[in-house]
């Protein structure tokens, strides 16, 4: 599994501790993600989607099993050597945005390319070319507290592409979002992962949302319990399928 440079995890089964027994949040899970792939984790509330995530992202570790990211075995790996893996090779994209509410938008796009020390003059450039990719030019100097919910995902994911990272995984990126604002966003990943050949992962809730994925994997009690692959592209987020 992934010696060819895929990217995915292998039987890992994180238990989590719940009122003082252990439970399997994932189990018996075998998969694959490849390079340039969009995939969207649906699922009932508890089903493990974040946990899931969270594996793929080296925020946590299995208690059995092994995770691979780019070919790279990372289950044993030290704290210092996940926190490099994370900052080059992912971009984080969550719910709730998770901006830096002191910071204005460049500042808090700047700060993972402070984390992989990049030069100050360097970091503020990249900023702005991302900041303008996502349609924010005009917001730079804003702090979050004076955009709007969909202005703050548009900060979120330029600060997840900061370092350049092959991979996004985003956690009900269009949960806090209305209906256009979240199709703005999803378009936005879409775009990302067509032009960019970004891999991601996005958990969510909408089906719509999802249709734009290349496939969807259903969970369930911490197993995959159907997979479906995109066939035809839809020509919008709101189309029937
Ligand atoms: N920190 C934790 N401690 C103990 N149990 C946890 C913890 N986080 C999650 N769990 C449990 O692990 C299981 C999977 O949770 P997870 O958060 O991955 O679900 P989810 O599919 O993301 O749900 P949601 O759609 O509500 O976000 C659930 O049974 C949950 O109660
Ligand atoms: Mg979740």
Known sequence: MNRDGGWG??????????????????????????????????????????TLLNLLGCLDRPTSGRVFVDAMDVSEKSENELSAIRARKIGFVFQSFNLMPMYSAAENVELPMMTTRVPRAQRRQRAAKLLGRVGLSGRMQHRPDELSAGEQQRVAIARALA???????ADEPTGNLDTRTGGEIIGILRKLNRESGTTIVMVTHDERMARYATRRLYLKDGCIVRAIKRAAKPSSAFSSP
């Open 163 to 169: 370092n350049n990272p092959p991979i996004i995984l």
């Open 9 to 50: 995890r292998n039987h890992a089964e994180p238990q989590r501790a719940k009122k003082g027994n252990r439970i399997n949040a994932i189990s018996e899970l075998d998969l694959r993600i490849e390079k340039g792939e969009f995939l969207a984790l649906l699922g009932p509330s508890g089903s493990g989607k974040t």
